[in-house]
């Protein structure tokens, strides 16, 4: 699959799965939505004009009490339904990742589209064009605690079936929303008894549900629009390379330009194929771009990263590992992320959205699942995944951390703790950017799994040591 179709292929595929899919839900579903309805209602005035993104068949925003009404779906079977269900509002077929209208609305409500959007980034930043200064962003997910209820709920034929999702928890709608752009002013788990059960259901979910937080199946969440101006700046792109001959021309073709001008640095690392002719090769047929080669003085990512930094002119820095498991296209979301001022230091993060399904052995998601729970604990800051080899970070902090680099010693060979041990220390703020991640097309992974996981658990224990225990 060409990597750049990644969101048009996730939507046909959800786009085909709700085109067969029925336009009348169980009565347990219809009981589900009438209680979100019901909490929908509480923060939504009746005066007010509301846009749903992924409506469906429009059996919630039927539910919802505002003086105008419209809805998106990407499936024109489910919005024919949705105008008979609501003849009163208007519907569009659309991609909330590529909304385009041109009305604003004073609320706009995503009611788990963000479990099942192929990039929920783009898609709430999408929503920043029909909104107002004072509109709100209402919006709900449900618990990943809830799928072995929901797959029996299935089962039992009490729930339809459904297409994949993305395991989104609060901390990743906190970081989605503010690499949206969007500042979040409550967030509320709601509903222990997803049915309207008589008495139960009032009881359950009106006093016992504020207590027992972590149980519920559902949490809701209300935003605002944060400014969003941001400058340009110069990029420099740090490629360390080895053994990876057939992914170099993929990296220049596939890295876009990014704010104020691109330069794409290639550190070759002790190649045992043809990697360092190739780039020498990618670089004179590439005279549109500005490329700079070179070759590592020393051994491993971490010195690789360093002398591509050392030769870097541009104001933020940006690591991509030249196997392209992280799409080169993804590039734009760290920008942002920097440019905008959301973060001194973005972070790739693999762990949020489906990967493919060789891109990561089992014990290899395991112990970064688990790394990121240490790091976390660590650093004092959320950081689910440790090991993405995309780390971007601005010029003038890269060489605070540089500068600072004695207080830790030069102890990891990857360059990933480097950085995010010595951005901990000067205190800068760290951000996850959840991007796809991807099977490798060329060559074979650099990385042997139980030596390099013991020298890593070495290195966390250093690092307790000196972040923690001090």
């Not at 004073?106 to 509109?135: K, M, P, W």
């Amino acid at each position: 699959m060409n990597p750049v179709n990644i969101l048009d292929a996730h939507l046909d595929h959800t786009r085909r799965f709700f085109e067969a899919a029925p336009t009348t839900s169980s009565w347990a579903a219809r009981s589900y939505r009438a209680l979100l309805a019901h909490y929908y209602n509480l923060s939504i005035p009746p005066n007010t004009s509301v846009l749903e993104i992924g409506c469906g068949a429009g059996e919630l925003l039927a539910l919802i009490r505002a003086r105008r009404k419209a809805g998106i779906d990407l499936s024109a079977h489910q919005i024919e339904a949705a105008r008979a269900r609501v003849p009163e509002a208007e519907f569009h077929v659309q991609a909330g990742a590529k909304l385009v209208l041109s009305g604003k609305y004073d609320y706009i409500i995503v009611s788990e589209t963000l479990n099942f959007a192929g990039d929920a980034q783009q898609l709430l930043e999408r929503i920043h064009s029909v909104c107002h200064a004072d509109s709100r962003l209402v919006f709900n997910y449900y618990s990943a605690l809830w799928r072995p209820v929901l797959q029996a709920a299935r089962w039992l034929g009490l729930r339809g079936p459904q297409p994949q999702s993305s395991w989104i928890n609060t901390a990743d709608i906190r970081n989605f929303l503010s690499l949206a752009g969007w500042q979040l002013l409550a967030i509320q788990p709601r509903i222990l008894v997803p049915v309207q059960v008589p008495l139960l259901a009032a009881l359950c979910n009106r006093w016992i549900a504020p207590l027992s937080t972590w149980f519920c199946i559902t949490t809701f969440g209300v935003a605002r629009r944060a400014p969003m101006a941001p400058p340009a700046r110069t990029v420099s792109v740090v490629i360390p390379a080895r053994n990876e001959a057939g992914n170099i021309e993929a990296a220049v073709l596939r890295t876009p330009e990014l704010g104020a001008g691109t330069e794409i640095i290639f550190v070759e690392g002790n190649s045992t194929d043809h990697t360092w002719a190739e780039i020498q090769r990618v670089a004179a047929a590439h005279p549109e771009r500005r490329i700079k080669i070179m070759q590592q003085p020393g051994r491993g990512k971490g010195d690789a990263v360093r002398t591509g930094f050392a030769a870097a002119t541009g104001d933020i820095l940006m690591i991509l590992d030249a196997d392209l498991t992280m799409p080169p296209e993804e590039l734009p979301k760290f920008y942002e992320v920097l440019a905008r001022g959301q973060a001194d230091f973005a972070n790739g993060c693999r762990l949020v959205y489906p990967m493919d399904e060789e891109a990561m052995q089992f014990l290899n998601l395991c112990a970064n699942r688990a790394f990121g729970i240490i790091f976390t604990w660590l650093l004092g800051q959320p950081v689910k995944d440790t090991l993405c080899g995309t780390k971007v970070l601005t010029r003038a902090h890269y060489e605070e951390i540089a500068a600072n680099r004695g207080y830790f010693g030069d102890f990891d060979p990857f360059g990933d703790f480097d950085l995010l041990f010595g951005a901990a220390k000067l205190n800068l703020r760290i951000v996850d950017v959840p991007i796809r991640y991807k099977e490798r097309t060329y060559g074979t992974t650099n990385i042997q799994r139980w030596k390099h996981g013991w020298l890593l658990l070495r290195m966390v224990l250093f690092a307790a040591r000196k972040l923690k225990f001090v």
